[in-house]
Every structure is written in structure tokens, then in C-alpha cells.
């Protein structure tokens, strides 16, 4: 299987996380290139950069999936929910974000809800960071 930069697709509410993530694409794909070389000894040439992800600024619970990336060329969908108030969020909420996020990709991408898996990973804030800002630093009430 080859996957490249520009087969992902992704949905983001602000300008500066979308180009971030354009960027994380690009990093990824050269990591990988690295590693290719590695195993077989021939790298894969990828500049100039012509490439890219398509990461588009809007509210993903409001635009159409398919204005996007139509659902027959889609085989997976991944999301990154917003992680402020994750520790206020109650069981029965969990279970209708998991049935809430089924039902849309259901309804948006026709997939089949008994092959459609959620999962909810809550990630502590002393685990991450952006902008070399550590999230338990820059919250440090949450």
C-alpha cells in the first residue's frame, strides 16, 4: 500500500492549526521517505514540494464532508476533537459523542455503522504541546 501527502484530507476551524498540519504532512512523509531509504537503499525524492495535504478551514460539523472529499473516495475517517473540558465529560457523553460521530459518517459517508469504529482517546495535558508550549504549562488549570 502507498499512501502520499496529497491523499489526506482534513478539516480544521482556524487558519494557523490547518497550515501546522499541512506542515505535520510534510514531515511525516519525508520521516517516511527516510525510512524507505533505509530498507532499500534508494530514497524518494519529493522536493520541490508539489504535494500537499488539503486542509480546509471550516467548522466540521458544519460544512459538507463531500465538498471535501467526496465519500467514495474516502476509506477512513480520523478526528481530533477540541481537548478542553475532556475531564468534565461524563460517560453518558462519551457514548453520545460515539453515537453522534457514527450517525454522521453514516449520514455524510454512507459507511456502515457495524463498521465504523470511535475511539475516544484522552490524552494528558503533561503529554503534549504545541507551539513548543507544553499544554499542562500553558492550562495549567485544566
Given at each position: 500500500m502507498v499512501c502520499v501527502v496529497d491523499q489526506m484530507?482534513?478539516?480544521?476551524?482556524?487558519?494557523?492549526?490547518a497550515r501546522i498540519a499541512e506542515v505535520a504532512m510534510w514531515l511525516m512523509?519525508?520521516?517516511?521517505?527516510?525510512?524507505?531509504?533505509q530498507v532499500f537503499?534508494?530514497?524518494?525524492?519529493r522536493l520541490p514540494l508539489t504535494k500537499s495535504a488539503k486542509i480546509v478551514v471550516a467548522n466540521a460539523l458544519r460544512i459538507d464532508w463531500n465538498a471535501v472529499l467526496p465519500a467514495k473516495h474516502c476509506s477512513y475517517v480520523m478526528?481530533?476533537?477540541p481537548f478542553v473540558g475532556k475531564q468534565f465529560a461524563t460517560p453518558e457523553q462519551k457514548a453520545a459523542l460515539?453515537?453522534?460521530?457514527?450517525?454522521?459518517?453514516?449520514?455524510?459517508?454512507?459507511?456502515?455503522?457495524a463498521t465504523t469504529f470511535v475511539v475516544i482517546e484522552e490524552v494528558e495535558m503533561e503529554n503534549w504541546g504545541i507551539g513548543g508550549e507544553l499544554m499542562a504549562d500553558k492550562y495549567p488549570d485544566k
Open positions: 484530507h482534513g478539516i480544521e476551524i482556524e487558519e494557523w492549526p512523509d519525508h520521516q517516511m521517505n527516510q525510512e524507505v531509504f537503499g534508494k530514497p524518494l525524492l478526528g481530533n476533537p460515539i453515537k453522534g460521530a457514527t450517525d454522521l459518517l453514516v449520514d455524510v459517508l454512507d459507511k456502515s455503522p
